[in-house]
């Protein structure tokens, strides 16, 4: 069945660089896009960027300037880099599978807290 | 497009039924979709292209709407319901509503 998980520092210092991964089974990313959502406690969520499936990326213009979406489709793995994190970058991050423009599958979600 | 939920916090008895709305800033052509999402849980989708149910997802759960105005209807509230739910619009760019959480009386 299709599975997403997310896996990274649940820590990172202001200014620093936040690195995520998203590993995924149950289907080919080569077919379906994934993208990155994420939500600060008590808020609701955010898109943050896609990876489609013929390797192209979209990110939302608030962050596009910090953020970095890249994949090894032989390892069935999407990468989330973003850089110059603030407090308020402190959330839970999510990879989901796309099914035509809406979210229908979700990872368990992993927080990142941003404090020195 | 800036999606605002009404209202906040709805409390309601179980056997009710419940709508919850959700209003864009402009024209969302029907591209709306409506997640539930429980205590520590990640989102769940319930509702895409405003009324079509997402496999699996019980029959009381509704959506309506047009334009720029949306609703989520639950025919007959149950105990599981207690969530926070949240709308999201797939027209222009990707955006989420800020929630109506919803409680049993």
């Known amino acids: 069945q299709v599975q997403l998980k997310e896996s990274g520092p649940g820590l990172v210092q202001p200014s620093e660089t936040l690195s995520l991964t998203c590993t995924v089974s149950?289907?080919?990313?080569?077919?379906?896009?994934v993208s990155w959502v994420r939500q600060p406690s008590g808020k609701g969520p955010e898109w943050m960027g896609k990876m489609w499936y013929d390797g192209d990326t979209a990110y939302n213009s608030v962050l596009k300037s910090r953020l970095s979406i890249s994949r090894d489709t032989s390892k069935n793995q999407v990468f989330l880099k973003m850089n110059s994190l603030q407090t308020d970058d402190t959330g839970t991050y999510y990879c989901?599978?796309?099914?035509?423009?809406?979210?229908?599958?979700w990872g368990q979600g992993t927080l990142v807290t941003v404090s020195s | 497009i800036q999606l605002t939920q009404s209202p906040s916090l709805l409390s309601a008895s179980v056997g009710d039924r419940v709508t919850l709305s959700c209003k864009g800033s402009q024209n969302i052509n029907n591209y709306l979709a409506w997640y539930q999402q429980k205590l520590g849980e990640a989102p769940k989708l319930l509702i895409y292209n405003t009324n079509s149910l997402q496999t699996g997802i019980p029959s009381r759960f509704s959506g309506s709407g047009s334009g720029t105005d949306y609703t989520l209807t639950i025919s007959s509230l149950q105990p599981e319901d207690v969530a926070t739910y949240f709308c999201y619009q797939y027209n222009n760019g990707y955006t989420f509503g800020s929630g109506t959480k919803l409680e049993i009386k």
């Open positions: 989901t599978r796309d099914g035509g423009n809406w979210f229908a599958y």
């Open positions: 149950g289907f080919s990313l080569t077919s379906y896009s």
